[in-house]
């Protein structure tokens, strides 16, 4: 029995993860783990952009991280708006929204991910507002596009990133016999609308490899014995362009550096920190192993640059063996402003992990710096997200699943945008009668954001010498409750058919369901396993389902009841 009772344990993660919604079960998207809730007079509006995945391998008794890995938007309060998985496939990260000449789109790179040396290869898809595919993005040059950056310059073009494995002879930096294959690091800016190339860069035509900090051997980033475990000696995750074009900004993780190069010639301008580098690195300025660094102001004239930077400051494996290089205790968020005349660098303002949480994350990570000057650090391999204010104090904190299914949890990079979706698909309605006799109504629709209410009709069908007919009749409304709507039919309406309305705040219909027949409601019960009709046995916040406090129980939600798919496990033990 004792073997019964680890299984339970172990898949009871599973349960939180399944079933969330009536009206979508097909859909078991993360459940934020918020542990310092959004101060709604601080934050910055808009949505919280996310595409958690699951850091660690699935076993037969362990599994971590979503069961439904892919893109998500969610508001501050962890209600789901937008499940993108299965509709970006394979595997997707960078998950933003963007402008693309004049209209408001999303993307997300989709592919294939090699988390042991942490490269992925595939291409960009751009939705519309609608979730709606318009545009597939891939590198020019009989290139692969890597997952690591596509950033829209101008609403018109893009700059993606790619890892190039060549041969070369490397014996200078200390590769043995066999040692011959190196990632050339190149970044490639395109016109969105046609593909087509407009500019490239390599790294191997201006960076030595003498100024990786990982060398060759031992083999920390690569060990060069063939082109899939090519010498990455460069890495680059972010590029950046100055809104007058004249440079790019590019984040060098395995060199430690970031460095400015010519959008004309390629020549490098200037390089921060790393072996070479141009400044003088004040206090807290230094920075290892970063992510995302972006350009906040150029003062081309009086010589100053802003810039912001994840500084990952530790280097390790994806496989959650450690952090076997780093340069400092925790990752941070940084703003540093560079004064190119009297090449120094100093600290504008510093974002570090929350007090009681020390986070150091050997990959991934971003900072964005939102309009209303607030802070988001997105924690990469540490699996959590942080909103500051301008001067440092933590507005909110979410962890990227909860439970069992929070452990090795990691997200690439964590954004907050406005947006307005609106779905093609057919909003999702289902009406269920439950053990009190009572019916209730569940809508939901996947995407949207401009639904203010749901109204709420019974469908009627009669037959006369005419023939068949349908008539609705009104049986109320509901304001909107996060993703899933629930509504009590009145007592005394026995309805056989209900549709339902989605409606904006001005009173517009947005968009009607399709008619479904009244069910009875089945729930598989806690106690032993077996399927009951009716019946909806509220776990209360203090409860405990199989050892998993969950405090985040909503009440549209039914992760208690999915333990049925655990007894398949347990049955004949």
């Given at each position: 029995?004792?073997?019964?009772?680890?299984?339970?344990?172990?898949?009871?993660?599973?349960?939180?993860?399944?079933?969330?919604?009536?009206?979508r079960?097909?859909?078991?998207?993360?459940?934020?783990?918020?542990t310092?809730?959004?101060?709604?007079?601080?934050?910055?509006?808009?949505?919280l952009f996310?595409?958690?995945?699951?850091?660690y391998p699935?076993?037969?008794?362990?599994?971590?991280?979503?069961?439904?890995?892919?893109?998500?938007?969610?508001?501050d309060?962890?209600?789901?708006?937008?499940?993108?998985?299965?509709l970006?496939?394979?595997?997707?990260?960078?998950?933003?929204?963007?402008?693309?000449?004049?209209?408001?789109?999303?993307?997300?790179?989709?592919?294939?991910?090699?988390?042991?040396?942490?490269?992925?290869?595939?291409?960009?898809?751009?939705?519309?507002?609608?979730?709606?595919?318009?545009?597939?993005?891939?590198?020019?040059?009989?290139?692969?596009?890597?997952?690591?950056?596509f950033?829209?310059?101008?609403?018109?073009?893009?700059?993606?990133?790619?890892?190039?494995p060549?041969?070369r002879?490397?014996?200078e930096?200390?590769a043995?016999?066999?040692?011959q294959?190196?990632?050339?690091?190149?970044?490639?800016?395109?016109?969105?609308?046609?593909?087509r190339?407009?500019?490239?860069?390599?790294?191997?035509?201006?960076?030595?490899?003498?100024?990786?900090?990982?060398?060759?051997?031992?083999g920390?980033?690569?060990?060069?014995?063939?082109?899939?475990?090519?010498?990455?000696?460069?890495?680059?995750?972010?590029?950046?362009?100055?809104?007058?074009?004249?440079?790019?900004?590019?984040?060098?993780?395995d060199?430690?550096?970031?460095?400015?190069v010519?959008?004309?010639?390629?020549?490098v301008?200037?390089?921060?920190?790393?072996?070479?580098?141009?400044?003088k690195?004040?206090?807290?300025?230094?920075?290892?192993?970063?992510?995302?660094?972006?350009?906040?102001?150029?003062?081309?004239?009086?010589?100053?640059?802003?810039?912001?930077?994840?500084?990952?400051?530790?280097?390790?494996?994806?496989?959650?063996?450690?952090?076997?290089?780093?340069?400092?205790?925790?990752?941070?968020?940084?703003i540093?402003?560079?004064?190119?005349?009297?090449?120094?660098?100093?600290?504008?303002?510093?974002?570090?992990?929350?007090?009681?949480?020390?986070?150091?994350?050997k990959?991934?990570?971003?900072?964005?710096?939102l309009?209303?000057?607030?802070?988001?650090?997105?924690?990469?391999?540490?699996?959590?997200i942080?909103?500051?204010?301008?001067?440092?104090k933590?507005?909110f904190?979410?962890?990227?699943?909860?439970?069992?299914?929070?452990?090795?949890?990691?997200?690439?990079?964590?954004f907050?945008?406005?947006?307005?979706?609106?779905?093609?698909e057919?909003?999702?309605?289902?009406?269920?009668?439950?053990?009190?006799?009572?019916t209730?109504?569940?809508?939901?629709?996947?995407?949207?954001?401009?639904?203010?209410?749901?109204?709420?009709?019974?469908?009627?069908s009669?037959?006369?010498?005419?023939?068949?007919?349908?008539?609705?009749?009104?049986?109320?409304?509901?304001?909107?409750?996060?993703?899933?709507?629930?509504?009590?039919?009145?007592?005394?309406?026995?309805?056989e058919?209900?549709?339902?309305?989605?409606?904006?705040?001005?009173?517009?219909?947005?968009?009607v369901?399709?008619?479904v027949?009244?069910?009875?409601e089945?729930?598989?019960?806690?106690?032993?396993?077996?399927?009951?009709?009716?019946?909806?046995?509220n776990?209360?916040?203090?409860?405990?389902?199989?050892?998993?406090?969950?405090k985040?129980?909503?009440?549209?939600?039914?992760?208690?009841?999915?333990?049925?798919?655990?007894?398949?496990?347990?049955?004949?033990?």
């Amino acid at each position: 029995m004792k073997t019964a009772f680890f299984l339970l344990t172990a898949w009871a993660s599973l349960a939180a993860a399944d079933w969330q919604f009536r009206s979508r079960p097909d859909l078991a998207p993360p459940r934020l783990n918020i542990t310092i809730p959004a101060d709604l007079n601080l934050v910055e509006k808009g949505y919280l952009f996310l595409a958690p995945f699951a850091g660690y391998p699935d076993t037969p008794t362990e599994q971590h991280g979503p069961r439904q890995a892919g893109p998500y938007i969610f508001r501050d309060n962890g209600d789901l708006v937008w499940s993108g998985y299965g509709l970006y496939s394979i595997w997707a990260t960078n998950f933003q929204a963007g402008r693309w000449w004049g209209k408001d789109v999303l993307f997300s790179f989709e592919g294939d991910h090699n988390a042991g040396y942490g490269h992925g290869h595939g291409h960009v898809t751009i939705m519309d507002q609608h979730y709606e595919t318009i545009r597939e993005l891939r590198a020019g040059n009989h290139k692969l596009v890597d997952k690591h950056e596509f950033h829209i310059v101008n609403e018109e073009t893009g700059l993606i990133q790619i890892y190039q494995p060549v041969p070369r002879d490397l014996s200078e930096f200390g590769a043995k016999e066999g040692q011959q294959w190196i990632v050339d690091a190149i970044f490639q800016e395109l016109d969105i609308s046609t593909g087509r190339l407009l500019f490239e860069w390599s790294s191997l035509s201006h960076i030595s490899p003498d100024e990786s900090v990982l060398p060759i051997n031992p083999g920390q980033a690569g060990s060069g014995y063939n082109s899939s475990d090519a010498w990455d000696y460069f890495h680059i995750n972010s590029v950046d362009k100055n809104p007058s074009g004249t440079a790019y900004l590019l984040s060098a993780r395995d060199a430690c550096s970031i460095v400015k190069v010519n959008a004309t010639s390629g020549e490098v301008i200037w390089r921060l920190h790393g072996k070479r580098s141009d400044f003088k690195m004040g206090k807290k300025t230094k920075f290892c192993f970063q992510h995302h660094a972006r350009w906040l102001s150029d003062d081309i004239e009086n010589g100053v640059e802003v810039i912001s930077l994840y500084d990952n400051a530790a280097h390790g494996t994806e496989h959650g063996e450690g952090r076997e290089v780093h340069t400092a205790e925790e990752s941070s968020g940084k703003i540093l402003k560079l004064d190119t005349k009297k090449w120094t660098a100093e600290l504008v303002r510093g974002y570090y992990p929350p007090e009681a949480y020390k986070l150091l994350s050997k990959s991934q990570g971003s900072t964005q710096v939102l309009p209303n000057e607030n802070v988001l650090v997105n924690w990469g391999s540490e699996g959590a997200i942080t909103e500051y204010t301008k001067d440092g104090k933590p507005i909110f904190h979410a962890w990227m699943d909860s439970g069992e299914l929070g452990v090795g949890v990691e997200n690439y990079r964590g954004f907050r945008f406005n947006w307005t979706g609106l779905p093609n698909e057919e909003p999702a309605v289902v009406a269920l009668i439950g053990e009190d006799e009572k019916t209730r109504v569940y809508a939901s629709w996947n995407g949207d954001t401009e639904t203010d209410t749901w109204r709420f009709y019974e469908v009627v069908s009669r037959k006369d010498r005419l023939g068949s007919s349908r008539k609705t009749r009104f049986l109320g409304e509901e304001k909107r409750k996060g993703f899933e709507t629930e509504f009590v039919v009145p007592e005394g309406r026995e309805v056989e058919g209900v549709v339902a309305e989605a409606v904006d705040k001005y009173g517009k219909v947005l968009r009607v369901t399709g008619t479904v027949a009244v069910e009875s409601e089945v729930l598989p019960d806690v106690r032993t396993g077996e399927a009951l009709s009716g019946g909806h046995k509220n776990v209360g916040e203090d409860q405990t389902v199989l050892g998993l406090k969950d405090k985040a129980a909503a009440s549209s939600r039914w992760e208690e009841y999915s333990i049925l798919k655990l007894f398949r496990f347990v049955k004949d033990l």
